[in-house]
T-cell receptor
Framework: KAGVTQTPRYLIKTRGQQVTLSCSPI?????VSWYQQTPGQGLQFLFE???????NKGNFPGRFSGRQFSNSRSEMNVSTLELGDSALYLC?????????????FGPGTRLTVT | GESVGLHLPTLSVQEGDNSIINCAYS??????FIWYKQESGKGPQFIID?????DKRQGQRVTVLLNKTVKHLSLQIAATQPGDSAVYFC????????????FGAGTQVVVTP
């Protein structure tokens, strides 16, 4: 079974631009979560989607948004990029319902804002 | 992923020795805990999990211990190998949402020959 895939793997953007990142979960997984990883803040929860509905959102400004499609693929968008948005953005999927809360992570998208 | 921050605690272990990685969690109501391993250039990889109604769980070469009294979690790796070199994170599910995990800061494990 293919793992979680994220595209693109690397991205360089300029401050003020916007960016869209894509995540394809493991086949059959309907829950998708996004995390931001930085050296200073570690791994921080961004949002969680299930069946095209946002179920939870972390403490990030409104510039960060996301959505999920009917095939469970998800995208996240960051508008008006700031230097501090430079990070590794990780997507994770889980086979809800499940006996555990285990999440399977993709390799991430490395975003650099200059 | 290049998750190593400048101030991550580092555990240096000699190959063949046992490793113990510690984690303090924040929420008494957390129901579920996971240990993840992250190697450079990759996303976190599941190692082992434990529910709050357990105090110990064993996997292949790994054991997780949970002490709810002091909100402490530990991961023991037996016979540490060079391939165990990575950053290790503990994560907790706060119970307010299925797909939301709160991660610890991480510990860099370096295995020396």
């Amino acid at each position: 079974k293919a793992g979680v895939t994220q595209t693109p793997r690397y991205l360089i953007k300029t401050r003020g631009q916007q960016v869209t990142l894509s995540c394809s979960p493991i086949s059959g997984h309907r829950s998708v979560s996004w995390y931001q990883q930085t050296p200073g803040q570690g791994l921080q929860f961004l949002f969680e989607y299930f069946s095209e509905t946002q179920r939870n959102k972390g403490n990030f400004p409104g510039r960060f948004s996301g959505r999920q499609f009917s095939n469970s693929r998800s995208e996240m968008n960051v508008s008006t990029l700031e230097l501090g948005d430079s990070a590794l953005y990780l997507c994770a999927s889980s086979p809800e319902p499940s006996t555990s809360y285990e999440q399977y992570f993709g390799p991430g998208t490395r975003l650099t804002v200059t | 992923g290049e998750s190593v921050g400048l101030h991550l605690p580092t555990l240096s272990v000699q190959e063949g020795d046992n490793s113990i990685i510690n984690c303090a969690y924040s929420n008494s109501a957390s129901d579920y805990f996971i240990w993840y391993k992250q190697e450079s250039g990759k996303g976190p990889q599941f190692i082992i999990d434990i529910r709050s109604n357990m105090d110990k769980r064993q996997g292949q070469r790994v054991t997780v211990l949970l002490n709810k009294t002091v909100k402490h979690l530990s991961l023991q790796i037996a016979a540490t190998q060079p391939g165990d070199s990575a950053v290790y994170f503990c994560a907790e599910n706060l119970g307010d949402s299925w797909g939301k995990l709160q991660f610890g800061a991480g510990t860099q494990v370096v295995v020396t020959p």
